[in-house]
């Protein structure tokens, strides 16, 4: 089906693990996003995107790393995973006409930082 | 810097009952303004939206928002509401000049007493 989908849905993994995430939409959309949902912080933007190989910062970005060399995945990198980066993740992607952006959003993963 | 306030954390309200989530936002321009719903476990998803035109909006599951320029606010409502909305609501703001990025409010949790 289309849509947009995140995987894995769950992790758990170890301080100082590198980790990815991954996104993959098959609109062609061209905008990509990754936010964090903690409780208290609502959704923050870690990155995104607004094409294949652009990329760039959103609120959030420290520890993480994007890439997109294709227009339909946006994978999400944790270097060095710390437990502060305990948290679900939400990909999400968007059109952007007329200057207004609908986001789509993925799933989420749940990923836990032991 | 554009900027949504959602000043309920949390709202309970019984089945039947009429609800208005409220939503105040920040910007220079005309904004473009969404509010997105997340069930648990679940990504956002979009409820409606506004970008021009009449400043009451219609969107899925029977709820509306009115846009109000002069008090800076898009505030949700449903006329009865279903054991079903039970949900996390999410005010959001987008702009053309903002590189398609949307900010979201940091969410009303609304719990339904049967």
């Known amino acids: 089906d289309a849509g947009i989908t995140q995987s894995p849905r769950y992790k758990i993994t170890e301080t100082g693990r590198q980790v990815t995430l991954m996104c993959h939409q098959t609109?062609?959309?061209?905008?990509m996003f990754w936010y964090r949902q903690d409780l208290g912080h609502g959704l923050r933007l870690i990155y995104y995107s607004a094409a294949a190989d652009i990329t760039d910062k959103g609120e959030v970005p420290d520890g993480y790393v994007v890439s997109r060399s294709k227009t339909e995945n946006f994978p999400l990198t944790l270097e060095s995973a710390t437990r502060s980066q305990t948290s679900v993740y939400f990909c999400?992607?968007?059109?952007?006409?007329?200057?207004?952006?609908?986001?789509?959003f993925g799933p989420g993963t749940r990923l836990t930082v032991l | 810097a554009q900027s949504v306030t959602q000043p309920d954390i949390h709202i309970t309200v019984s089945e039947g009952a009429s609800l208005e989530l409220r939503c105040n936002y920040s910007y220079g321009a005309t904004p473009y303004l969404f509010w997105y719903v997340q069930s648990p476990g679940q990504g956002l998803q979009l409820l409606l939206k506004y970008f021009s035109g009449d400043t009451l909006v219609q969107g899925i599951k029977g709820f509306e928002a009115e846009f109000k320029r002069s008090q800076s606010s898009f505030n949700l409502r449903k006329p009865s509401v279903h054991w079903s909305d039970a949900a996390e609501y999410f005010c959001?703001?987008?702009?053309?000049?903002?590189?398609?990025?949307?900010?979201f409010g940091d969410g009303t949790t609304l719990t339904v007493k049967p």
């Open positions: 999400a992607s968007s059109i952007v006409q007329a200057g207004y952006n609908e986001q789509f």
């Open positions: 959001a703001v987008g702009a053309s000049t903002n590189a398609g990025k949307s900010t």
């Open positions: 609109w062609s959309h061209s905008y």
